[in-house]
């Protein structure tokens, strides 16, 4: 299996444009888990799925930010407008099984730059 | 709210010393988990510890578990410089199927 996909792995974009991030979990896996890590706030959980229903979107810093998965294989966090302290590396991982605090896998992350 | 805390911030030895980092945590927990993330890339999970074990190796890995303490601690034996990475400790929240990281501890491993 090639893991969790993320796509891109890097956008830079101007402040007030829309940014969509994409992730594609390990076949098989029942959650899925969006993550924002900075320097100042370290890992935060923003939203998970489970069988591709939002769980817990406690974590969605604001309404600018938007979260889907609709279907088993693909998910996507939106943002929108973009901020400049949106700027952060995002991951996206999933998990198997029957409980969501299993062994997360993550992907390699998308670096995000709103100038 | 549950929050696994590392301790060092960050840790600088020489290859082939033993690092140890320690995590804290504030509530009961099921299971106890560590990750690492090297420069740049995703976090790698590396061991799971249960509430009813109190250590557990993997290759030279030894993560202790304390329930009566709430601590946990990852030794990593006979370091190289390939261990250069944050390690990060995940505990699962109270309510709710997922997970809080610790802010971390930087390790460096010299050559």
């Known amino acids: 299996d090639a893991g969790v996909i993320q796509s891109p792995r890097h956008e830079v974009t101007e402040m007030g444009q829309e940014v969509t991030l994409r992730c594609k979990p390990i076949s098989g896996h029942d959650y899925l888990f969006w993550y924002r890590q900075t320097m100042m706030r370290g890992l935060e959980l923003l939203i998970y799925f489970n069988n591709n229903v939002p769980i817990d979107d406690s974590g969605m810093p604001e309404d600018r930010f938007s979260a889907k998965m609709p279907n088993a294989s693909f998910s996507t966090l939106k943002i929108q407008p973009s901020e400049p302290r949106d700027s952060a590396v995002y991951f996206c991982a999933s998990t198997p099984g029957t409980s969501g605090s299993d062994t997360q896998y993550f992907g390699p992350g998308t670096r995000l730059t709103v100038l | 709210s549950q929050q696994g805390e590392e301790d060092p911030q960050a840790l600088s030895i020489q290859e082939g010393e033993n690092a140890t980092m320690n995590c804290s945590y504030k509530?009961?927990?099921?299971?106890l988990q560590w990750y690492r993330q090297n420069s740049g890339r995703g976090l790698v999970h590396l061991i799971l510890?249960?509430?009813?074990?109190r250590e557990k190796h993997s290759g030279r890995l030894r993560v202790t578990l304390d329930t009566s303490k709430k601590s946990s601690s990852l030794l990593i034996t006979a370091s190289r410089a390939a261990d250069t990475a944050s390690y990060f400790c995940?505990?699962?929240?109270?309510?709710?199927?997922?997970?809080?990281f610790g802010p971390g501890t930087r390790l460096s491993v010299l050559p």
């Open positions: 510890i249960r509430s009813n074990e």
């Open positions: 995940a505990t699962p929240r109270e309510y709710g199927q997922n997970f809080v």
């Open positions: 509530t009961s927990i099921n299971n």
